[in-house]
């Protein structure tokens, strides 16, 4: 059984940094791509970024290029969402989901973590 599951959401001050933690599990990801999405209040979840397990393909959504950085640890199964200079807008619940690399859909999707920004 799969299971992604998210950790490291918490309440921080504009302008800091967080780390979100996707613990994997279930099966081999290696021919998968892992992604990143957000969902504030009202509003549509939204893509943020992904990367292949296997490394490279690495795509961040305008809203967080240049503040944040996904990456993988392989020994522990687990993938990150390192987040800077976080702003108020930022605020939602983080997903992390999984998806085959040849596919378009979303095969599999965790629980979330919330994320909020405020002082």
């Known amino acids: 059984q799969v299971q992604l599951v998210e950790s490291g959401g918490g309440l921080v001050q504009p302008g800091g940094s967080l780390r979100l933690s996707c613990a994997a599990s279930?099966?081999?990801?290696?021919?998968?791509?892992m992604g990143w999405f957000r969902q504030a209040p009202g509003k549509e979840r939204e893509f943020v970024a992904s990367m292949r397990w296997s490394g490279g393909g690495t795509y961040y959504a305008d809203s967080v290029k240049g503040r944040s950085t996904i990456s993988r640890d392989n020994a522990k199964n687990t993938v990150y969402l390192q987040m800077n200079s976080l702003k108020p807008e930022d605020t939602a619940v983080y997903y992390c989901?999984?998806?085959?690399?040849?596919?378009?859909?979303?095969?599999?999707w965790g629980q979330g973590t919330q994320l909020t920004v405020s002082s």
């Open positions: 279930g099966r081999t990801f290696s021919n998968y791509v």
């Open positions: 989901a999984a998806r085959r690399i040849a596919t378009a859909s979303w095969d599999y």
